[in-house]
């Protein structure tokens, strides 16, 4: 008798190119997204003292755009250092979980690959990591290429906003402060599994939005995250053994 193995349903990966622009194009929108807000960190962080070469130093090393709001929203002089290390300790605690939740995936990395593009890991980029890794192996070019162009359009426009961004006005004025809470909510849609996908989603909400109004920030992005990690657990089925 002829044993038949099941076609796999997860696409395989293509070359390192085509990884690398696949990257590009997704987190095209998101970069996108970002201009308009680095270029109002750019002209904060300047009319709280900083210099152009600061600026452009801080998102070199950081790339952290909540984290440097909120440094820049507490910088004063003499700088309060206590403060701003809880806080945006804090605010960056969720990449602790995101790179638990992404870190069995990237088994195609090598060590020196992991560790660079962990580093230029944001919200956006660990989003689409995860929905494309429901379909395909997770390859280094592709998460490698989405990281590096947010990294590099980051540091690009705010820099441009420490330069002259406060001629620019306010973005919000069109929107464009709700540019990566739209983004993110069609990519969480994206990532739509069935009804299981509803509980950590609708924990995380209800639980972030709930802190956020009784504690105030930037408690409510870990309380959300604890609390759709807590749902997830709850409502996971074990997987049935292969027979």
Request: hydrophobic content about 55%; some cysteine.
């Amino acid at each position: 008798m002829i044993e038949i193995t099941p076609k796999s349903d997860r696409a395989e990966p293509g070359t390192a190119r085509s990884e690398a622009m696949a990257g590009f194009r997704d987190i095209l929108p998101a970069a996108i997204a970002a201009m308009p807000i680095g270029l109002v960190f750019g002209a904060l962080a300047t009319a709280k003292g900083l210099s152009v070469a600061e600026v452009w130093l801080m998102s070199f090393l950081v790339c952290a755009g909540g984290a440097q709001f909120a440094a820049i929203e507490l910088w004063g002089y003499p700088v309060p250092v206590a403060a701003l290390i809880a806080s945006t300790l804090l605010i960056n605690s969720r990449h602790v979980l995101m790179s638990a939740s992404l870190g069995p995936k990237t088994g195609a990395f090598r060590p020196w690959q992991r560790f660079l593009t962990l580093f230029v890991m944001s919200d956006e980029n660990w989003a689409f990591a995860e929905r494309r890794a429901t379909t395909r192996r997770l390859m280094p070019a592709y998460f490698g290429a989405m990281g590096a162009t947010l990294w590099i359009n980051w540091q690009v426009f705010s820099t441009l906003g420490a330069v002259g961004g406060t001629f620019l006005g306010d973005p919000r004025a069109i929107g464009a402060d709700f540019a990566f809470t739209a983004l993110f909510i069609g990519i969480v849609a994206g990532m739509w599994r069935g009804p299981a996908t509803a509980a950590p989603v609708l924990a995380s909400a209800a639980v972030g939005a709930l802190t956020y109004r009784l504690v105030g920030t930037p408690w409510h992005v870990l309380a959300g995250a604890l609390a759709g990690i807590a749902a997830a657990a709850a409502t996971a089925r074990p997987k049935e053994q292969a027979r």
